[in-house]
């Protein structure tokens, strides 16, 4: 099937046809190249020949010759530099067959009913999408022996992992159809040569842009990366129009299979998508930041979008699905693959190490109140308290003083609104011990610690997804911008607040699935605390609060455990 008939479809032969113009250009460029050397050829022949004799000509002759030289040479270095670049792969977790053979078949299945070459691996990444990624340039850099290891050239699909664990075997066959599918073009030697090229220029100008890249090596590479860069602008347009055209040739020969059930399936990935967003951005990034990954996202990512279903009543009819055969039932070890893509997805993320050690440690579900909610209340309500004292604030128990209390910080932000005054000031202590405590690059200790660069395949770390990223600083993709001071002193607020809930109420820290930690008093998730925190930060009016701390039974004045 790799020779796969390309003229079939418009779509096809429109990529086709852009690809070639590509290798157009490229071969342009190499005309150019070779140009002064045809005409020193042509020189040197005719003097040969008794033409064109006489000192001057003979001047043009070796004139010709010493620029028809240096052009060799600087197409040489641009030539080299672009086949030695190497092209970033994305971060994924492998999937050897022998571990999914069940998903294996499914695709190859999926792939002769398509009529197209199967892919020649899959790997898992930890976001909502899928495509197919050609990694045929790691062979040429792992040196003798790489060959009979991906000998197969067909790309490999990458499938979301969220997608496993929230969609139906039959859903997930219909979504990864169109993607198959895509092989067909890839197998095409016009347009798998003209992605290289592109990927190759693209590759030559991060190698060319990286840091490090002074003194003598430096010069020459930034010169290639100068040269590429015109080379890509030309491209541009052929290649975005290449690969449109191959996504719509794809689209087209998928529509032979499962069309009706596709349609339906994209209403459960625009489901995937909201759940994954507010699953990492508020539920697994309070863990990062206590130096905790939860090892079972993917897991949880079902339970967030079972209870979106249930409170959403347009998605009523979305968990009747849940009684058909999960996705990642197709994968031997679904445990360990979601464990595996629940640290790169840290990593991604958050820039947390890549192996567990001390400070950086995996949870479960069940223990994410204890473990992560409780723990961050207190540490955050211990970081207000150690402000106070900075600012000289006194303590408000008169019996211990050096108890922390809630009233201390009520008494202290009560009739402080506006600007310039106390709130403010602590806002900036906050943001200042938050900046020193956690800081945005990898927060904890452990292995991979400093960035991608740091275990790439010079450190002997050949197989690390996040390898030829280079040596830029972790996360590669924030969840959320820096947050502000007067937004981290109220959360701080609303941490101390549930600190005193637990302590002096019996509430309980809690984990709402949508919307990540939460204060449970009676076993019901209470969930108007902001209000009354931000009138207290934003306004000095603490009546709000002290209302609400009435209703749930909260002692302000009794002492607070921290950590």
């Known amino acids: 099937m790799s020779g796969i008939d390309v003229g079939e479809e418009p779509g096809a032969r429109a990529a086709q046809a852009r690809a070639l113009s590509l290798l157009r250009i490229r071969s342009r460029a190499l005309a150019v190249a070779i140009l002064p050397a045809a005409v020193a050829v042509v020189l040197f022949a005719a003097g040969a020949q008794g033409h064109l004799a006489g000192p001057a000509w003979d ?26 670049a190497r092209p970033a792969m994305s971060p994924t977790v492998p999937v ?20 197209v070459p199967a892919p020649s691996a899959i790997a898992l990444t930890p976001d909502c999408d899928s495509w197919l990624e050609d990694r045929t340039h790691r062979a040429l850099h792992r040196g003798p022996g790489a060959s009979a290891e991906t000998g197969d ?59 490090g890249r002074g003194g003598v090596r430096g010069a020459p590479l930034a010169f290639a990366g100068w040269v590429a860069r015109l080379l890509l602008r030309a491209c541009r347009d052929h290649a975005a129009e290449m690969e ?6 794809a689209s087209t020969r998928a529509r032979t299979v499962d069309y009706g059930l596709r349609i339906a399936a994209q209403e459960q990935v625009g489901l995937a998508y909201a759940g994954w967003d507010r699953l990492l951005t508020r539920v697994a990034l309070p863990a990062w930041r206590m130096g905790r990954w939860p090892s079972r996202l993917d897991a949880g990512v079902v339970s967030a979008l079972t ?12 968990a009747l699905r849940l009684g058909e055969r999960p996705a990642c039932d197709l994968l031997e070890e679904p445990g360990v693959a979601d464990e595996a893509a629940s640290l790169l997805a840290a990593r991604l993320f958050h820039g947390g190490p890549a192996e ?27 970081r207000l308290h150690r402000v106070l004292d900075t600012l000289g604030v006194p303590r408000a128990s008169a019996a211990d003083p050096a108890v922390p209390t809630l009233a201390r910080v009520m008494e ?57 990223w280079g040596p830029g600083p972790l996360p590669l993709f924030p969840l959320q911008p820096p947050r502000t001071g007067t937004e981290l002193l109220a959360d701080h607020v609303a941490a101390m607040v549930c600190c005193a809930a637990v302590d002096t109420a019996g509430a309980a820290p809690g984990l709402d699935w949508l919307d990540g930690p939460a204060l449970l008093v009676g076993g019901e998730r209470r969930a108007d605390l902001a209000t009354p925190v931000l009138s207290l930060v934003e306004d000095g009016d603490p009546d709000p609060l002290l209302s609400w701390l009435a209703e749930v039974g909260v002692r302000s004045d009794k002492p607070v455990r921290l950590v």
């Open 59 to 84: 001047a043009v002759r070796w004139t010709v010759l010493g620029v028809a030289v240096v052009v060799l040479l600087v197409t040489v270095l641009v030539a080299v530099s672009v086949a030695r």
């Open 96 to 115: 050897p067959e022998e571990g999914a053979p069940d998903l294996y078949r499914l695709v190859r299945d999926l792939a002769d009913r398509l009529d």
């Open 153 to 211: 050239t067909a790309p490999v699909l990458v499938i979301g992992s969220p997608f496993l664990w929230w969609m139906r075997v039959a859903e997930l066959r219909a979504v990864l159809a169109p993607v198959v599918a895509g092989t067909g073009p890839s197998a095409h030697p016009d347009i798998a040569a003209a992605r290289r090229f592109v990927r190759g220029l693209d590759a030559a100008i991060a190698d060319a842009a990286a840091p």
């Open 244 to 249: 449109r055209c191959v996504a719509a040739a």
């Open 307 to 318: 209870e979106l279903s249930r409170r959403d009543r347009l998605a009523d009819g979305f």
């Open 356 to 382: 567990s050690g001390p400070g950086w440690a995996p949870v479960d579900w069940q223990q994410y109140p204890d473990e992560v909610v409780d723990r961050k209340w207190r540490t955050e309500a211990a």
């Open 412 to 468: 202290h932000l009560s009739g402080s609104g506006g600007p310039g005054g106390p709130g403010e000031e602590l806002a900036a202590g906050i943001g200042a011990a938050v900046a020193r405590e956690e800081p945005g690059a990898p927060v904890h200790g452990g292995p991979g610690n400093g960035g991608p660069g740091h275990s790439g395949p010079e450190s002997g770390a050949a197989d690390d997804p996040l390898g030829l």
